[in-house]
């Protein structure tokens, strides 16, 4: 255990649905992350929260969007998305060092998501 | 664009040997590197972390990182069934601020009795 947790640990859902996905941090940490992991492709970093505030959204289609409300919640809310987004989804948190040096990040279990 | 390569595998080392496992990054400027290991149908864990040139040594894992040819590795000492999963190298550059890994692909590692 981690002590970052997912939920759902699978979701499918058609092109037209809304769903959320969601990840809470036991850790005390300041910052969080949403990561996607697809086969044989590097882990890509979605999105970074620091101290609630988003301070990175790498190039992230709009249908993926996420939600900051405290340092321990963090939300990807999904709406009408492709097949090939697909994937599994990871969320993370670090402590948020303020000086940018590299962070041990501590992932949750993942969402695997399928779109039909 | 800032890359780390590692070689897919699998790498199939019989049980009690070494596992060696390499990467390599584009980015000069890193500063941070990382070791995950992530079984299948799991997320990753970190399991190793160096800043420094030269070896770091936590059990049977040793990172090695080598600035100046730009390159991480790790090596597995008597290596275990267990150990068998995908190892992740990360790289962190100052570049852009804040914690911004790039991820390898990953090497698959079997360990076979």
């Known amino acids: 255990e981690t002590g970052v947790t997912q939920t759902p640990r699978h979701l499918v859902m058609g092109m037209t649905n809304k769903k959320s996905l969601k990840c809470e941090q036991h850790l005390g940490h300041n910052a969080m992350y949403w990561y996607k992991q697809s086969a044989k492709k590097p882990l890509e970093l979605m999105f970074v929260?620091?101290?609630?505030?988003?301070?990175e959204n790498n190039s992230v289609p709009s249908r993926f969007s996420p939600e900051c409300p405290n340092s321990s919640h963090l939300f990807l809310h999904l709406h009408t998305l492709q097949p090939e987004d697909s994937a599994l989804y990871l969320c993370a948190s670090s402590q948020g060092l303020p000086t940018g040096a590299g962070e041990k990040l501590f992932f949750g279990s993942g969402t695997q998501l399928s779109v039909l | 664009q800032k890359e780390v390569e590692q070689n897919s595998g699998p790498l199939s080392v019989p049980e009690g040997a070494i596992a060696s496992l390499n990467c390599t990054y584009s980015?000069?400027?890193?500063?941070?590197f990382f070791w995950y290991r992530q079984y299948s149908g799991k997320s990753p864990e970190l399991i190793m972390f160096i800043y420094s040139n030269g070896d770091k040594e936590d059990g049977r894992f040793t990172a090695q990182l080598n600035k100046a040819s730009q390159y991480v590795s790790l090596l597995i000492r008597d290596s275990q069934p267990s150990d068998s999963a995908t190892y992740l190298c990360a790289v962190n550059g100052l570049t852009g601020g804040g914690n911004k890994l790039t991820f390898g692909t990953g090497t698959q590692l079997k360990v076979e009795l």
């Open positions: 980015d000069r400027g890193s500063q941070s």
């Open positions: 929260y620091s101290l609630e505030e988003r301070v």
